[in-house]
């Protein structure tokens, strides 16, 4: 069964982390007390609701519990922010991802149960959506409208395979440019190199290829 996510606060941030979580196929439920808003990202997400997220009868109603992940992605309402951190942890939410304003925004909302702090200046949208969907995802950077290149740990499935059987270019239309090793990176490995337990591998493909070949390893 495929991750479900909830984000709420559909400005840029958030509606960038939405929609891409919903244009890899995962169900997304966008949240914004503004109407205006959620009609605007109503097509690029699963399910969309107006509510005020400071509202724990309003967030009760909606389930939340029963999401893996719910992104507190509120623009400049710091108090918000907390406030909807606090009753998403007390519903029992699994994962609470939060967006902070600043260092102190973060500390505050660490304390009180966030399980992660994202700062909008060094995490694009895209790159979130991408970390949150599985921890085998390090990093994923965009290249150009279409490409990117991913860092993906490898999965249990992989490990003991060379890159000749797992055959990555052929299935997915990926490169795979390096492995890494622990502190070691292999630039370039060749079709023999085996995948080991705990490597990350360098992946450069377009968006859509990278992203069949990210769902078929993640989940």
């Known amino acids: 069964m495929k991750k479900q996510f909830a984000v709420i606060g559909m400005g840029r941030f958030g509606s960038?982390?939405?929609?891409?979580?919903?244009?890899?196929?995962?169900?997304?439920?966008?949240?914004d007390s503004n109407e205006q808003r959620t009609q605007e990202v109503s097509h690029i997400v699963t399910h969309v609701v107006q509510a005020d997220s400071t509202d724990e009868e309003a967030l009760r109603a909606l389930g939340l519990r029963n999401f893996d992940v719910v992104v507190v992605a509120i623009g400049d309402d710091i108090q918000s922010s907390i406030l909807t951190t606090i009753i998403l942890k007390e519903l029992g939410v699994p994962k609470v991802v939060v967006k902070a304003q600043n260092e102190l925004h973060g500390k505050v909302v660490k304390k009180i149960g966030a399980d992660k702090v994202i700062y909008p200046e060094r995490d694009m949208g895209q790159r979130v959506a991408h970390h949150l969907i599985s921890s085998n995802i390090i990093d994923y950077i965009e290249l150009s409208e279409d490409h990117s290149i991913a860092e993906i740990r490898a999965s249990r499935s992989m490990v003991g395979k060379n890159l000749s059987q797992l055959d990555i270019r052929a299935k997915?239309?990926?490169n795979v440019m390096g492995i890494k090793t622990g502190t070691h990176i292999n630039i370039a490995p060749n079709a023999a190199d085996s995948i080991k337990e705990n490597d990350i591998l360098i992946v450069v493909g377009k968006n859509e290829d990278l992203k069949n070949f990210e769902i078929t390893f993640t989940e």
């Open 172 to 174: 997915y239309g990926c």
């Open 16 to 31: 960038s982390v939405a929609k891409t979580l919903y244009s890899l196929g995962f169900e997304v439920l966008a949240i």
